[in-house]
């Protein structure tokens, strides 16, 4: 049967980042995103939050990353949650924290928490800083950027590529969050969605990015970083184990991730860069696991539009990521 072909129904993604918040620019679960079109913000039928009986209790220590006490946090079991309590550790509206990174302060797209966390892991807490507004010239059809998103709804700058259009445009760093292009609101909007209207925006025009950038430390004042490196693979724990975060249904303390899921995983991401110019460990996670049963790309594809049909990704990427899949599993690196 050729790749495609039963390719009819899409379910709203599986993945960290779709829940919504009232207050956070259309984040509340239910509420429509600012895209519309049935996009991460439209309704959502998952699972209620587990009872706090069932949450694991695990404690875990943070800090602002920008430099604060040490803080406690336990009892999330999901990323909306997690910010939740730093929020209410450091007395802060959830709002103001951006995303974190695990065991450094510094903005280190290596080191970005995502769906799991090392049980052992410090988590450091980037919150916002200044505001800034930017015009473009699109003098080419790539920008360079990679997009990513930080698990409750706001999109940020994960890689610049050395060269490109953006890269020559030095109030643009890593870590910026995008709130809108030429006066559209992004809060809310998943990565997928800020890197295709990147891309639609006309060749030899201006646009006007909107960012917000990480509050800094002092010692980070002066940097631009470029992301994190091509094949540098993700970053899912340093400790016993890991707690994986779910959107829907309590959150586990699973093993470290197998040599095959890790190199599957860190090949899926940069497939998913490639194509949509966007990285998300834990995406590439959940596509990892859907399909390594799976006996063709067809029963990939199936899976794929099962739990994740709001990407509809297509034919060609199905295929690639069926082939990496199947490399890893022979070792083939």
């Given at each position: 049967?050729?790749?495609?072909?039963?390719?009819?129904?899409?379910?709203?993604?599986?993945?960290e980042?779709?829940?919504?918040e009232?207050?956070?620019?259309?984040l509340?679960?239910?509420?429509?995103?600012?895209?519309?079109?049935?996009?991460?913000?439209?309704?959502?039928?998952?699972?209620?939050?587990?009872?706090?009986?069932?949450?694991?209790?695990?404690?875990?220590?943070?800090?602002?990353a920008?430099?604060?006490?040490?803080g406690?946090?336990?009892?999330?079991?999901?990323?909306?949650?997690?910010?939740?309590?730093?929020?209410?550790?450091?007395?802060?509206?959830?709002?103001?924290?951006?995303?974190?990174?695990?065991?450094?302060?510094?903005?280190?797209?290596?080191?970005?928490?995502?769906?799991?966390?090392?049980?052992?892991?410090?988590?450091?807490?980037?919150?916002?800083?200044?505001?800034?507004?930017?015009?473009?010239?699109?003098?080419?059809?790539?920008?360079?950027?990679?997009?990513?998103?930080?698990?409750?709804?706001?999109?940020?700058?994960?890689?610049?590529?050395?060269?490109?259009?953006?890269?020559?445009?030095?109030?643009?760093?890593?870590?910026?969050?995008?709130e809108?292009?030429?006066?559209?609101?992004?809060?809310?909007?998943?990565?997928?969605?800020?890197?295709?209207?990147?891309?639609?925006?006309?060749?030899?025009?201006?646009?006007?990015l909107k960012?917000?950038?990480?509050?800094?430390a002092?010692?980070?004042?002066?940097?631009?970083?470029?992301?994190?490196?091509?094949?540098s693979?993700?970053?899912?724990?340093?400790g016993?184990?890991?707690?994986?975060?779910?959107?829907?249904?309590?959150?586990?303390?699973?093993?470290?991730?197998?040599?095959?899921?890790?190199?599957?995983?860190?090949?899926?991401?940069?497939?998913?860069?490639?194509?949509?110019?966007?990285?998300?460990?834990?995406?590439a996670?959940?596509?990892?696991?859907?399909?390594?049963?799976?006996?063709?790309?067809?029963?990939?594809?199936?899976?794929l539009?099962?739990?994740?049909?709001?990407?509809?990704?297509?034919?060609?990427?199905v295929?690639d990521?069926?082939?990496?899949?199947?490399?890893?599993?022979?070792?083939?690196?």
């Amino acid at each position: 049967m050729p790749l495609g072909l039963g390719r009819r129904k899409k379910a709203p993604p599986l993945v960290e980042n779709e829940e919504a918040e009232p207050g956070r620019g259309g984040l509340g679960v239910g509420e429509p995103g600012p895209l519309g079109g049935g996009g991460a913000g439209g309704p959502q039928m998952g699972l209620p939050p587990p009872p706090p009986a069932l949450r694991p209790r695990l404690v875990f220590h943070t800090q602002l990353a920008h430099g604060s006490p040490t803080g406690r946090i336990e009892g999330f079991t999901n990323v909306k949650e997690l910010y939740g309590k730093i929020a209410e550790a450091f007395r802060l509206p959830t709002a103001e924290v951006m995303f974190c990174t695990l065991n450094t302060h510094k903005v280190d797209m290596d080191k970005l928490l995502g769906g799991q966390i090392g049980l052992e892991d410090f988590i450091f807490a980037h919150v916002k800083g200044q505001r800034k507004e930017v015009e473009v010239f699109k003098s080419e059809d790539a920008l360079g950027l990679t997009i990513t998103d930080n698990g409750a709804g706001y999109a940020f700058i994960k890689r610049i590529k050395e060269g490109s259009v953006i890269d020559h445009i030095h109030l643009i760093s890593v870590g910026d969050m995008i709130e809108a292009i030429n006066g559209q609101s992004l809060l809310g909007c998943r990565h997928y969605e800020v890197a295709r209207l990147l891309k639609e925006l006309p060749r030899g025009r201006t646009f006007t990015l909107k960012l917000t950038e990480p509050r800094k430390a002092f010692d980070m004042i002066s940097q631009r970083s470029a992301g994190g490196r091509p094949g540098s693979g993700p970053q899912l724990g340093t400790g016993r184990g890991t707690l994986r975060l779910r959107s829907r249904g309590p959150a586990t303390v699973e093993d470290l991730p197998s040599a095959f899921e890790e190199k599957a995983i860190e090949k899926v991401d940069d497939l998913l860069e490639s194509y949509m110019g966007i990285r998300d460990t834990e995406l590439a996670a959940t596509m990892v696991e859907l399909g390594k049963d799976k006996r063709n790309p067809d029963e990939l594809a199936e899976a794929l539009d099962e739990r994740l049909g709001d990407f509809a990704f297509p034919d060609e990427f199905v295929f690639d990521v069926w082939g990496a899949i199947g490399d890893a599993k022979v070792g083939r690196y």
